[in-house]
């Protein structure tokens, strides 16, 4: 078997030389390089000149974010400790990066201000991965630094002693009856603490459980402790014990008691992802076979049921030929980069190109866009993953198109979403408004991959063949493997038996050249260096960017689909078969068929019309009680599921309680106050389903969303249609509407003010007073010029409309008439007359005498 350290596919860099036009000289690669170098400068000096120590930079405020003085985000702010996030995530980026002096001065920053005995609740994942991860990435390059003999001669391994505490800290989360983690913990209390405000939660996602092996076994090796080791090891084992045997695919929600599937659909975008990344990058950073093989088998299900190239979907596990829904999410862009250290170049480049099109077409990846490469979620948050793709795609083939691809990155993050104190999310890619956050990963991952991609071996301080990237990029030695010794209770070994603790693994049935090591370039390009460019141009035009569609010649047969449904054309469509409608077919073409081999056109003898994108029904929550008593509307979105509302004649009324907790992801507490009424619940923790379930159970007769994207609102944001949870929401019935922040923040603002607020949930057409009919009044207005206090005899024992004159004023032009013509002017009276077609008409003099200007006229 090849040496661990050749499964780094970054070995192949430069062999294969493209002859496509994109090639790139070296000069132009220094200017990008030194590009990339400005706008790491201005991401991390913006945050640490308005943000240190706060986790993390509010971009377009221009100051940090301190967990508990912002509006609550939800499940986003588990991210944030109080333990500068984005200062520890960014520290072995500084040595990438080359900035060694920037390296040690930050170095001493974390040493000296971070502390970790906080009483926060955090995300035991994210801190993982960032802060851990962090930790340890910094020490490994704190100690190479050190032993070069040139820098870092005080360092003491401060940053490993932080790391071991903050895995202590950790560590109570695993305090479960299955070894799958809590997904929060509280740093200074823990998880069963009275005081910790956490433990109530039961389920987590599966890269949540499945991505602490990097980081807890590396901290294992360096630390001597094997406890970290062995708790991320059974965790592992037991996501790999549940997971389905018919297909080999795992769910994206489980029961961290039981160990039972909360959520079924599988696929390898969010909830999923980093557990199949872990299982291949473990074998390569621990040398255990155990991870490899399992990793394969799960690889093949994935090739079978989710890989339909470019696409990436989403089945459901226990019958994998069902897709569970029609839109991917943009953090499945990981999975190109990991089918290069898989060896399965092919797919990689489908992919990859499917997710580079879309980019051509929205600027950025959305947050969710469907399978037809319309946006379904239009936030943008930064994020790295097709950039680290595009990395790992040049250094396997060393074709000069992906250094294109990592120019319009640079490109685009330029021009979209820098702002003067940074770099800032996009709240929506269709309208380009920003959000103010930017995440650390930005600074961990973004500007790591980028610099990497323009950087030649012999330009970079360390040797990055020696370091295999977390999936937050942080860099642990492949060393570990022979320098450090296994842990000894290693419990994923081959045995008789199948158990939780002690698992056979299966000898995949189709083993292929790549199973246990990385292929040759021989291999990948057979006397072929175009290989790549050769799979790309099937998909160059795929999202309809770049040129018009010109369909080639075709010819005709005719298939006997007797079915006025769609279900014929989608059952086509997954076969590969594209169907244009004959009467597209031009008179020019007819003369070429039988000249045109191979390409034919499909007839379906049956009506099949062509439907409209479905269109989003805007819903409104109508505040109906004093002081408002209707006036105040807030535009919502609608669900997929629940109580149809457009069926209700009069919508859904009652009085609004928050839910607690606000999430509405845990055991209800205020089910007294909750029954009969509707529910306020932040978004974020879990699925609305999840969210919708609990609350109905609680006695609540509808429930408003509030989204916990700060600052998002419905004028420049889109309107969607909350979906369920992939499985069956029939059980559903109550009424639900989104609110996006802004107007949920009018919502729960009067709630504070008033505490006793009815609503009304219904469509927009519907609200109240929005049908009546306008009706006009008409009334003659009499005017007359007086001096300041002087008053008309009789005026005021009724209503009276005063315009006062200043003398230096000038109301009419001057013009010089005779006395008559001026007393006429005078005494001229008007009247606004309204008329069938709303026109404003003087009235004659006669209508002086009109009876409506009497003491008793109702103005």
Partial sequence: MMMLKTLLITSLLGWVKCQE????????????????????DH??????????????LMPLSCRGRVRGLEPNRGDIDDSLGKFSLTLIDTLDTLVVLNKLDEFEDAVRKAVKDVRLDNDVVVSVFETNIRVLGGLLGAHVMADLLRQRGDRMQWYQDELLHMAKELGHRLLPAFNTTSGLPYPKVNLRYG???????????SDTCTACAGTMILEFAALSRMSGESVFEEHARKAMDVLWDRRQRGSDLVGTVINIHNGEWVRRDSGVGAGIDSYYEYLMKAYILLGDNVFLERFNIHYSAI?????????LLNVHMHNPTVSVRSWMDSLLAFFPGLQVLRGDLKPAIETHEMLYQVTKQHKFLPEAFTTEFRVHWGQHLLRPEFAESTYYLYKATGDPYYLRVGQSIVEKLNAYARVPCGFAAVQDVRTGAHEDRMDSFFLAEMFKYLYLLFSEKSQLPIDIDDYIFTTEAHLLP??????????????????LASSLTQETVPVSQEEDLFTHSCPSTETLFPNNPSFAKTIRDSYKYLTGVGRAFRPLPVREIELPLHDNGMEPVEFLKSMGISLTPLNELSAGDTGNLKEHKGVYRVKLVAEVSQTAEEEVVPHVVQLISPPFLGRTVLTAGPAKFGMDLSKQEHGVKGSIVKASPYTACGPIDNTVELKGRIALALRGDCMFAAKARRLQEAGAIGIIFIDHREGSNSEETPLFQMVGDGDSTEDITLALVFLFSREGAVLTAALEEHHNVDVLLLPKERQLGHDKTEKHVGMNIKLRLAEEGELEEGAARGPTLEFVLEKDEVLLQEEELGEERQSQQQQQQFCAKATENDRTEPCSADSSQTPNSGPNTNP
């Fill in 478 to 495: 492949v060393s570990l493997s022979t320098t450090k010794p296994p842990c000894k209770s290693n419990i994923t070994v081959r045995a």
């Fill in 43 to 56: 991401a991390y000096g913006s945050y640490m000149k308005y943000a240190y120590p706060a986790d993390e």
């Fill in 21 to 40: 036009s994109q090639s790139m000289t070296s000069e132009e690669k220094t200017v990008i390089r030194d590009q990339i170098i400005e706008m790491f």
């Fill in 303 to 311: 090739m079978k049921y989710i890989s339909q190239p470019p696409l």
């Fill in 191 to 201: 998880v069963l603490n009275p005081l910790s405000r956490t433990g109530t939660e």
